[in-house]
């Protein structure tokens, strides 16, 4: 029993548990529509192009979630452009601006003093040394982000899975990506604090794509997803002040387990589930196929 | 009308009268698709105008229906086939508003007309691909539609598929309402339209099936690809 509550008596602790249980929510919330729309590659480009403001505000000595705005609100508009004109491949220019993006934040970062330590602190996180103002800003912005996708879930269901058709009902189908982007980056941004900027990806796709495998219905999905991010986030934290390892990493660890488990133990995704029907002879149309191939072309079952 | 650096598509000017099904008939990259896109409003115009009734399509709302062809569709999106017909009830609701019962009682009245009751909790996946094609069919239904666009329905589809989707059809232009539909099926236009539209990245020729839909017209549209046509019985029948 104390293996679970002696961890609790310290302050900072209990900020570290707040804080993953609310940005494991918001980023297993985001994460279904950057799994489902295929945006994981986005997501990182994202999360890497953050990285100057991030070391611009750390030099500043402000908050890094100042800069950190700033760069991801840019990123997003910047990507969101990209992808509308069709003048480059957008996956080649993704690669090439982001990637130098955070070069110069490590350049930037090499001109100052003390540049191993807080390099560190800055890629993989710092979770036990937040504020209890941290933990409000992101209970604050998480918030707003949630009300956001609560307000346009069918809006942001329907140009994921239907853009044609979405533009055709008069949707602003480009206005809703934009959003979307943006709500990706302002996750990645409160999240930095918590696993880095190199893992904040995994703390977004992971989940969702567990939680993907557990259900076929959207809601589910999200539910599911934000639940396993946040025990992610809580047992990764335990394993962590217990066995002394970095703490957003072993999150993230903590998250892959869960998707691995999923992807064994899923009810109709899953592997064994895959191997019972094979062995019983059943054909069962139940495998996602995450690629969008699709069976029975044409053949009534 | 301009997609990507190339006019796909140029020159097309044709009146449709309304509960009339339209054949889009031309060889592959002929500017079917993209037609059918353009009219849906989801590729720019170079130039020119789509109306309907006189009224740009814009304000028709969510009257336009889409189905698209099989490819373009996300089959791994966690959606049933339910939540799949209810999206086309999401413009009458409006922004902040959820489907609720009237909704879902209309989406499982358009799949059972289609004859799909009783699988509306299904994941999208597990259907067929004539199946698949009902679902989107129906969700065309429920958007109580006044123009239909069908991008090639028929591919993959077998033989009964092909006859509930004909019967929709019919009933769509019965009830007034107009119908696209861009097919490779040459030996069904005939039977199922009452206008063709032949293109070849421009518009070969226009107007009603019996009159437009001529060898003469066909090679025009096809081009080298006329011999493989010309097996085809209904040049037999032709004037």
Not at chain 1, 108 to 137: A, E, K, P, Y
Not at chain 1, 202 to 225: E, F, H, K, N, Q
Not at chain 2, 121 to 147: D, K, N, T, W, Y
Not at chain 2, 217 to 222: D, G, H, I, T, W
Request: charged share 15%; net charge positive; with cysteine.
């Amino acid at each position: 029993m104390s293996w679970f509550t002696e961890p609790l008596q310290y302050g900072f602790m209990q900020r570290a548990m707040l804080e993953v249980v609310i940005i494991g929510a918001l980023c297993g919330l985001v994460g279904c529509f950057v799994v489902v729309r295929g945006l994981a590659f986005i997501g990182d480009a994202l999360a890497h192009a953050v990285f100057p403001g991030v070391v611009l505000s750390y030099i500043a000595g402000q908050s890094i979630l100042v800069g950190a705005f700033g760069f991801g609100t840019l990123t997003a508009l910047g990507i969101g452009l990209l992808s509308r004109s069709r003048r480059v491949s957008e996956d080649t220019a993704i690669g090439v601006i982001f990637a130098a993006f955070f070069a110069l934040g490590v350049v930037i970062l090499s001109r100052q003093g003390g540049f191993r330590r807080d390099l560190g602190s800055l890629l993989f996180g710092n979770i036990l040394g937040i504020s209890t103002q941290d933990v409000v800003v992101t209970a604050v912005i998480a918030g707003v982000v949630g009300l956001i996708v609560a307000a346009l879930l069918k809006e942001f269901t329907l140009a994921a899975f239907d853009p044609v058709m979405a533009r055709t009902l008069g949707y602003p189908v480009f206005g809703l990506d934009l959003l979307l982007l943006l709500l990706v980056s302002a996750t990645i941004v409160v999240s930095l604090q918590t696993v880095g900027n190199i893992l904040v990806l995994a703390l977004i796709v992971t989940p969702a794509a567990a939680a993907r495998l557990l259900t076929d219905r959207l809601l589910r999905m999200i539910g599911l997803s934000m639940g396993i991010a946040a025990a992610a986030g809580v047992s990764g934290l335990y394993v962590s002040y217990h066995a002394g390892t970095a703490a957003g990493a072993t999150v993230v660890l903590c998250a892959t387990v869960l998707f691995l488990a999923a992807l064994v133990f899923a009810p109709n995704h899953g592997l064994l589930a895959g191997v019972m029907h094979r062995r019983h002879g059943r054909h069962h149309a139940h495998h996602y196929h995450p690629a969008g191939e699709e069976h029975g072309g044409g053949q009534a079952r | 009308m301009r997609y990507g650096h190339n006019l796909a598509l140029c020159e097309v000017t044709a009146e449709v009268p309304a509960g009339s099904v339209v054949g889009l008939i031309g060889p592959n990259g002929s500017g079917k698709s993209t037609l059918l896109k353009a009219v849906a409003g989801s590729v720019p115009l170079a130039g020119g105008s789509v109306t309907f009734g006189g009224k740009p399509l814009r304000e028709l709302g969510g009257r336009v229906a889409y189905v698209p062809q099989r490819e373009e569709v996300n089959w791994g999106f966690p959606v049933t086939a339910l939540d799949v017909v209810m999206m086309g009830r999401y413009r009458a609701l409006g922004w902040l508003r959820w489907p609720g019962r009237a909704e879902r009682r209309a989406a499982e009245a358009a799949l059972a007309t289609l004859g799909l009751e009783g699988m509306a909790g299904r994941h999208i996946s597990q259907f067929s691909g004539g199946q698949q094609q009902r679902i989107f069919l129906a969700r065309a239904m429920v958007q109580e539609p006044v123009l239909v666009l069908l991008d090639e329905p028929f591919t993959g589809v077998d033989v009964q598929n092909r006859r509930v989707f004909h019967e929709q059809v019919r009933r769509f232009a019965r009830a007034g309402v107009t119908v696209l539909v861009a097919t490779h099926d040459l030996d069904e236009v005939r039977s199922t339209t009452t206008h063709v539209l032949l293109l070849n990245r421009r518009m070969v020729a226009f107007g009603r099936t019996a009159t437009t839909f001529t060898p003469a017209n066909l090679r025009a549209a096809f081009g080298g690809q006329v011999a493989v046509f010309e097996q085809v019985p209904v040049f037999e029948e032709a004037p």
